[in-house]
């Protein structure tokens, strides 16, 4: 029995959680190095790739990615610099930004994501078949914070300790 109190069979499900996710991240982002994009950066533009020509909003951006807005907005700002997002007023309610890519912008995440699902197949896919990959996707299901409680089996509601 591990002494911290979890099982060993927990203790092993965790470290084997945290140790292939640091292994898996690290390989990713140093397929993204040579292109000059972190994963942050990778997130973003693939975000704002998928919301298309419209763009996103600064604040959905931020929340999608995890992010403080302080730090999201430095990010921003970095992409901005570097010629890949550009920001705007929303034509909506003129009080927010909206944030799309510029051609330079596309270009980059074309080939970061080129690149990036390369690595994802190489690294994790190809290692796991159907079957453990939809065993996978039930996991995540199950442990989404949004959806359930601690023990995964009820959705949080409004109000709930």
Known sequence: MASDGLTDLEQEAWRGFLLTHDRIWR??????????????EYSVLSL??????????????AQRHLM??????????????????????SAVDGR?????????????????????HSDLRRFFFSRLD????RGLAEVWARLDLDTADESGTEPLRSGSV
């Open 27 to 40: 390989a990713l982002a140093a397929g993204l190095a040579p292109l000059d994009v972190s994963m942050a």
């Open 130 to 133: 159907d079957d453990h990959l």
């Open 96 to 116: 927010g930004f909206v944030v799309t890519l510029t051609d330079r912008g596309q270009a980059l995440i074309r080939r970061a994501r080129r690149q990036h």
């Open 48 to 61: 704002l790739h998928e919301a298309g020509p419209d763009g996103m909003r600064m604040s959905v951006l």
């Open 68 to 89: 403080s807005s302080g730090g999201f907005t430095r990010l921003a700002d970095r992409l901005e610099g570097r010629g890949l997002v550009e920001r705007r007023r």
